[in-house]
């Protein structure tokens, strides 16, 4: 059975971190493509950033410069570094994994407010 687990979420300020991770299992992790997606309250979901199986990365404008999407397939784990965060990051964050399938994990919720 496969799992998406997303961490790290919370409250910050604006001007603030946080790291996100998503830890997968039930699949070959190398093998897929991940991607962080984010939705907040009455919109859309929309891809923040992905990164391919041989480590290319894409970010949305809108984060360009302030995240950074990760993987470390020992650990069966990607990442998004978020930093200089901005009261409209404020979504769920949600990890894809795409191959021949795609699963998708429940997400963590990020709050950027003072």
């Known amino acids: 059975q496969v799992h998406l687990v997303e961490s790290g979420g919370g409250l910050v300020q604006p001007g603030g971190s946080l790291r996100l991770s998503c830890a997968a299992s039930?699949?070959?992790?190398?093998?897929?493509?991940m991607t962080w997606y984010r939705q907040a309250p009455g919109k859309q979901r929309d891809l923040v950033a992905s990164?391919?199986?041989?480590?290319?990365?894409n970010y949305a404008d809108s984060v360009k410069g302030r995240f950074t999407i990760s993987r470390d397939n020992a650990k069966n784990t990607v990442y998004l570094q978020m930093d200089s965060l901005k009261p409209e990051d404020t979504a769920v964050y949600l990890c894809?994994?795409?191959?021949?399938?795609?699963?998708w994990g429940q997400g963590t919720q990020v709050t950027v407010s003072s």
């Open positions: 990164i391919t199986t041989g480590g290319g990365t």
């Open positions: 039930g699949i070959t992790f190398s093998r897929y493509a």
């Open positions: 894809k994994a795409v191959f021949l399938n795609q699963y």
